[in-house]
């Protein structure tokens, strides 16, 4: 097999729960999959702190759990499409709601290509509007909580 | 050529690998050590994050302030994907060329690793199989780099948790073979080096006896901790005494012009940064880089 056949299978097997490539140690790949998983997490949640803090001593297993099987697409989509999922099962927290509306009314991202700057937008967030013009992000009705 | 970019030569005035100049002791700068690492004042050298130089937005103005004041400023490249069996993706060796321009910088270097294959992300440096194919990717994708990069090239080899099966090489002759096709120079990371003795149950100081240390460029240093029976290179750990252990064995047996410390996140208090700092400098025989205590 080509080592570009071999790469892949190898990338599939600590990413997205392919099986472990012929003649690999299962062991050290299953330690490499953790670390890798443990390290994306760490770096989700500094793009997402308050993703990351609501969850508390829960992140890295709610991480682990969405991302275990699901290769990354960078910090900013594996938090936002986290978000995005616990958001739709109400399971959210409730700072995290107000983390995301907020990357929500600044960007534009339709969950399967790279996020575009928002030039013009208007969100409703639990206690105001978010309105975005020109790619700054203004809070209308209660400013104190964002 | 190389020495006019290269800011003041170092406290000897030596002239290392590659026409470089004995930076001594540095530190890799993170936005989040930034005011740490503006108080070091006899820092002659910082290696950055590639990736971390944004084409679109301005150098971070403590990096600057540094390059200013003459420390050499090495970008390190984490996601060029050396190793990996397709060609370099143009616009990542673009931007990578780019960011080290915009730094001045004297030297660049990457890994020997690959991050990617099948269109999917790893999200971390994955080993390759010592293969004569892998040295082959290697040597290809290295040769783009340097054809776009009018300034030395050095080459680390990674920590691994695993090897392949169809290693056909010693790491030794793995990293023998690359440098001597490619011209490049080594990034010798001595905690990765640590790393794989440990987790391969070989001994440490093997590997320094089977590459030519007259190439090493720098050398990295870090922590890392145990986890299932296995050291992983954490860079977020303090440095272990073994390691710094292994930093004197190797300056005993041919002391590189750079080493520098590495830490990537769970940031620990200055003093914890100023000691394994002065214990580069003790290992090494360089003078410190920290501010004198009282």
Not at chain 1, 1 to 23: D, I
Not at chain 1, 87 to 113: F, K, S
Not at chain 2, 104 to 113: G, K, N, Y
Not at chain 2, 264 to 283: F, K, M, S
Request: aromatic letters at 6%; hydrophobic letters at 45%.
């Amino acid at each position: 097999m080509s080592l570009a056949a071999r790469q892949a299978e190898l990338v599939a097997a600590l990413t997205a729960g392919a099986p472990v490539p012929a003649g690999m140690d299962p062991v050290r790949l299953g330690i490499a999959a953790r670390a890798l998983l443990y390290k994306r997490a760490g770096e989700v949640a500094r793009r997402w702190p308050l993703l990351a803090a609501g969850l508390g001593p829960d992140w890295h297993r709610v991480f682990a759990e969405w991302a275990g099987a699901r290769p990354t697409a960078g910090s900013l989509r594996d938090g936002w499409d986290l978000a995005r999922e616990l958001q739709g099962r109400a399971a959210l927290p409730e700072i995290a709601e107000r983390e995301l509306a907020l990357v929500e009314a600044r960007w534009r991202y339709d969950g399967r290509t790279p996020p575009r700057p928002r030039r013009l937008g208007i969100r409703r967030v639990a206690d105001g509007r978010l309105l975005t013009i020109s790619g700054r992000v203004m809070v209308i009705g209660r400013s104190d909580s964002l | 050529m190389v020495a006019d970019k290269a800011g003041p030569a170092g406290p000897t005035g030596l002239i290392g690998a590659g026409g470089l100049p004995d930076w001594g002791v540095g530190i890799g700068w993170r936005p989040e050590i930034a005011g740490y690492i503006d108080g070091l004042p006899g820092l002659k050298f910082v290696e950055v994050v590639a990736e971390a130089i944004d084409e679109h937005l301005p150098i971070p103005a403590a990096l600057k302030a540094l390059r200013d004041r003459g420390v050499a400023v090495v970008p390190h490249g984490t996601r060029l994907s050396i190793g990996g069996a397709d060609p370099i993706e143009p616009d990542r060796l673009r931007q990578f060329v780019a960011a080290a321009h915009r730094l001045e910088a004297p030297l660049a270097s990457e890994h020997i690793a690959f991050v990617r294959a099948g269109g999917v992300e790893a999200g971390h440096l994955l080993p390759l199989p010592r293969t004569r194919e892998a040295v082959d990717a290697v040597v290809a994708n290295t040769r783009l780099v340097q054809q776009e990069l009018d300034i030395p090239f050095a080459l680390e080899p990674i920590a691994a948790i695993f090897d392949w099966p169809e290693d056909e090489l010693t790491e030794g002759q793995f990293i023998s073979e690359i440098l001597e096709r490619t011209g490049a120079l080594l990034l010798l990371d001595v905690a990765n080096v640590y790393a794989n003795a440990i987790n391969r149950g070989e001994p440490p100081s093997g590997l320094f006896d089977a590459v030519p240390l007259d190439r090493v460029a720098y050398v990295h240093v870090a922590g890392g901790s145990m986890h299932e029976g296995v050291y992983h290179d954490t860079h977020t750990d303090p440095v272990p005494p073994e390691v710094f252990d292994l930093v004197e064995a190797l300056c005993d047996r041919h002391r590189p012009p750079a080493l520098m410390l590495e830490r990537d996140g769970h940031y620990p208090p200055a003093g914890q940064l100023t000691v394994e700092l002065d214990g580069i400098a003790t290992a090494s025989g360089y003078p410190p880089v920290t501010p004198a205590g009282p």
